[in-house]
């Protein structure tokens, strides 16, 4: 059974950065793809990053050069660092355990409970 657990979520200025950690369970980080999804209210949950198994990264042009996804494979933990974080970024962020076929997310295997990130003056 896998579980994932998000932390780090909370308020920050415009301009500022968060670290978001997802401890995770029952899973091996390092022979896993893992990536991190976000929901703002009355929107679809968006894919924002995703770590492959021999650490290669992607991300949409919404957040690229200013997210940046790693994993600690002795703690099996996943991170996701967020800079000049803006107001759009608001949103649970969450973190999940990925199937991928051609490239693309084909299922979503495991998902953490979220944590709340607001970006607000």
């Known amino acids: 059974q896998v579980q994932l657990v998000e932390s780090g979520g909370g308020l920050v200025q415009p301009g500022g950065s968060l670290r978001l950690s997802c401890a995770a369970s029952?899973?091996?980080?390092?022979?896993?793809?893992m990536g991190w999804y976000r929901q703002a209210p009355g929107k679809q949950r968006e894919l924002v990053a995703i770590i492959r198994t021999g650490g290669s990264t992607n991300y949409p042009d919404s957040v690229k050069g200013r997210f940046t996804i790693s994993r600690d494979n002795a703690k099996n933990t996943v991170y996701l660092q967020m800079n000049s974080l803006k107001p759009e970024d608001t949103a649970v962020y969450y973190c999940a355990k990925v199937a991928m076929t051609a490239g693309r997310v084909r299922n979503v295997e495991a998902w953490g409970q979220g944590t709340q990130v607001t970006v607000s003056s």
């Open positions: 029952g899973v091996i980080l390092s022979i896993e793809t």
